[in-house]
DNA sequence: AACTTACTTGAATGATCATTCAAGTACTTT
DNA sequence: AAAGTACTTGAATGATCATTCAAGTAAGTT
């Protein structure tokens, strides 16, 4: 056996790049082969074809994702700290020019949505598992106190996650840095308040 | 002189929905050819190219948009009613399983953001149009004592917007009916609370 | 009715696309 | 060191793409 001479967490790292400047559908093999260093022949022996790469990616992706997001919350403060310094961190990425520093799966989603069952059946799986991890640490600030025990706390993970796709979304109209801030803002407070 | 045969809102409207079916890059030319029942001859001659199909249905979009937002909210009730209803419209929209229901400047932003520059303006500046619309209706639903006076309405219009692009991300993970309404919901209490 | 003008038609064009595959290369095993 | 195995290479392939344009057609004008 010879093993495989390239790194495939980079190549997967960096067809995420590609996928995220242009969308899947106008990143060109051509795109991808000048990004990951392959060779086609490469590209279509490892991963199949190019839907196959994108697969890869979004699985990688999920995996970056996850390890970050256990950053944020293993730190030793409050939940409800922590989750103001993840949802900082998300609009700091919506304020980057960087496209690298978009969602690939909300990215993807809007793209692919119904045109590829199998890809919106991955793409929603991962969504729901990081939504299911919010609404952990929202269950873990009510038993801390800081949010009202008596919410719902399956309805506020939802609402969270539905303001940072909104958040996401609305960046792209190029609002003021204090504006998306502000937005964020209010989102958590409303998630606090004691109503 | 001499007349062009086919009508032009049903060519847009045709455009439109091939479009959000399958996203622009996607939608081929034969694609728009079987669409608008227009020979690529025509639609270069009337529209310049792909592009300017989209550029023109975009703008024949945001006629549509307008005056369905204008039927909203000329009714003679309460501000704040006709924004439930209005809000009660996009859920269903985002709960219809037909592409045609999409927002095609959210989705066309989505795809298209960082590479056509021209594009992006002209999706912006419709968008911005939109805020500022519901933005008019909260400072009507203040004036009218159903939303505190004392909150900055800019920053509830955005933060609506911002609620209503979140909501048809979140759609796209087929979420159930009665959590997305709850959604809904909770948006408008939010904006209503008295804080 | 003849002419001009402008729209319609749809096959042709060249570019670009994803994908293939046979030849080349290097690692592993014997 | 020789043989076998699997990865790499990159030009070739056929499909599909947006776009063009010359011929055809119908309306308006004289």
Chains 1, 2 share one sequence.
Request: glycine share 4%; aromatic share 8%; hydrophobic share 40%.
């Amino acid at each position: 056996m010879r093993q495989a001479e390239f790194d495939r967490q980079q190549v997967l790292r960096s067809a995420m790049t590609a996928f995220l400047a242009k969308g899947y559908s106008k990143t060109s093999m051509q795109d991808l082969t000048k990004a990951t260093g392959l060779h086609p022949g490469s590209i279509y022996c490892a991963f199949e074809n190019k839907r196959g790469l994108l697969l890869a990616s979004l699985e990688q992706y999920r995996l970056d994702r996850n390890s970050e997001f256990e950053q944020f919350f293993d730190a030793d403060n409050k939940a409800i700290i922590n989750l103001k310094h993840y949802l900082d961190f998300i609009v700091s990425q919506c304020l980057s020019c960087d496209t690298n520093q978009a969602c690939l799966l909300t990215k993807a989603l809007n793209e692919i949505a119904e045109q590829d069952e199998e890809v919106q059946q991955v793409i929603c799986s991962h969504l729901t598992t990081w939504q299911q991890a919010i609404a952990a640490q929202i269950a873990l600030a009510q038993s801390q106190g800081d949010i009202s025990p008596s919410k719902d706390t399956e309805h506020l993970g939802r609402y969270i996650v539905m303001g940072i796709y909104g958040l996401r979304t609305f960046a792209h109209t190029h609002p003021k840095a204090c504006e998306l801030e502000q937005l964020a803002d209010q989102l958590l407070k409303d998630i606090c308040a004691n109503r």
